[in-house]
Structure formats: structure tokens, C-alpha cells
């Protein structure tokens, strides 16, 4: 009877091989290294003699970034990004009001229209007439003969105002009355004596459709600018 070889390899199994014969491929200790994870990965250049990364390797897209809206990997939303925000930051943040500036533009038209009539009589927009009845009654009175002549009186005498007190000192007197004033809307500055001017001529011209450009501000919800504000990039804002 034939016994087996003493001594010999036994496979996993538990069954004894014949000395000498080798295991079955697949079987003995596992490879250095087996079952250990992988060190993470270093970030930034490589240490002296080491290969460099292959193109492409580095940190995830928005790492080191903070999370926006309670999310991780979210971006930040751009500046001025939320509902009912201007598109730019205004001025000392605040809007002069409809109700001073509607105030200060009256007070306005009459300090330039009371020198504008003086200036047009005397330049002959003005004329006496008599006129008598059957009874030979007369009566005198005067009338306007040439209606441009004044227009282009008041017309000047405004940009020139606006010029001025806009222009250079960021306020008309019925400003400095209703507590507003007119500056740059991205450097807080006087606009100067030639969009002070340009301020005045767009608001008298857009005025004499049908009103629409004294009434302009109310289209614009955010800033209150008037198409004599956006023609002149100014705005107005409280004067403290």
C-alpha cells in the first residue's frame, strides 16, 4: 500500500501534496502592501526628485472655497446679487424723494422764470395794445408778441443756473431749500458746469412732452433717475 509523502505541502484544502509538488497558483501570502489604502493625494509642487503629477491631477474645482446657501461646492453669488438690490451701489445709499425734489423744482422755475420775463419785455417779447369799444372807451393792456423769444430767454437763463449751482455746487437754491443734492452716480462728485447745463436742456425738453420728463424719475423704481439724470449719469440724494 502506497502512503503519502511525509513532509509535504498541505493546500488549503486541508489535502496533504506529494513532497516537492507547488501549490496551485493563486494561493500564498498576500503582496506587500495588500489591504492598505492609498495615501491621499499632496497637493502642490513636487518634492525634489519626484516625478510631477500627470497633466490634469490637483485639487477638485472650487476647493478651499466656502459654501454658499448651506451647500458644499456651491459658488459665491456676484456682488449685488438678491431681490430689490440696484444694479450699483448709490451714493451714501440713499434716494432723495420724490416729494422734495418735485418741491425744489417749482422753487427753481420760479427763480429762473421771474428774471427770464424781466430780460423778455425788455427785449421787446412784450407789447402794448389799446383796444376801444363804441362808447369810445379804451382800455391798455400788454401782450406777449413772439412767444420763442422768452422761451429761449428762460431756456438759457436755466442752463446757466443749472450750470452753476449743479454743476459746481451740487445744489439750485431750491435744492439747498428741499434738502437735496445732485452728484456723479459712480464717484459722489459734481457733475460739472456742462452736465449741469445738459441736465437742464433734457429736462426742458422732456418736459414738453405732454410733462413726461418731469414725471420721468417714477419710471425708474430703483434709482429715481429721470431721463435728465441718465442723459448726465447724476442722481439725487439726500444733501446730509
Not at 13 to 35: F, M
Not at 116 to 123: E, M, R, W, Y
Not at 221 to 230: F, M, N, P, T, Y
Amino acid at each position: 500500500m502506497t502512503t503519502p509523502n511525509e513532509g509535504g505541502p498541505v493546500d488549503p484544502n486541508g489535502q496533504q501534496q506529494p513532497y516537492g509538488q507547488q501549490p496551485p497558483p493563486g494561493y500564498g501570502p498576500p503582496p506587500p502592501g495588500y489591504g492598505q489604502q492609498p495615501p491621499p493625494p499632496a497637493y502642490g509642487p513636487p518634492a525634489y526628485g519626484q516625478q510631477p503629477p500627470p497633466p490634469g491631477y490637483g485639487p477638485p474645482p472650487g476647493y478651499g472655497q466656502q459654501p454658499y446657501g448651506g451647500y458644499p461646492g456651491a459658488a459665491m453669488p456676484p456682488p449685488g446679487y438678491g431681490y430689490g438690490q440696484p444694479p450699483s451701489p448709490v451714493p451714501g445709499g440713499r434716494l432723495a424723494g420724490m416729494g422734495p425734489r418735485f418741491g425744489g423744482l417749482i422753487l427753481d422755475t420760479l427763480i429762473v422764470g421771474v428774471p427770464s420775463g424781466v430780460i423778455g419785455g425788455l427785449a421787446g417779447a412784450f407789447h402794448r395794445s389799446q383796444t376801444c369799444d363804441a362808447f369810445g372807451s379804451c382800455n391798455s393792456s400788454f401782450q406777449l408778441s413772439t412767444t420763442w423769444v422768452l422761451d429761449l430767454v428762460a431756456l438759457v437763463l436755466g442752463m446757466a443756473y443749472s450750470a452753476y449751482f449743479v454743476g459746481i455746487k451740487t445744489q439750485t437754491i431750491g435744492h439747498r431749500v428741499a434738502g437735496i443734492r445732485v452728484v456723479d452716480i459712480n464717484t459722489a462728485a459734481p457733475i460739472g458746469p456742462g452736465r449741469g447745463a445738459l441736465r437742464w436742456l433734457v429736462m426742458v425738453l422732456g418736459g414738453a412732452v405732454c410733462t413726461l420728463g418731469y414725471w420721468s424719475p417714477f419710471f425708474d423704481s430703483q434709482r429715481r433717475q429721470g431721463w435728465h439724470d441718465k442723459a448726465t449719469s447724476s442722481v439725487a440724494i439726500p444733501a446730509s
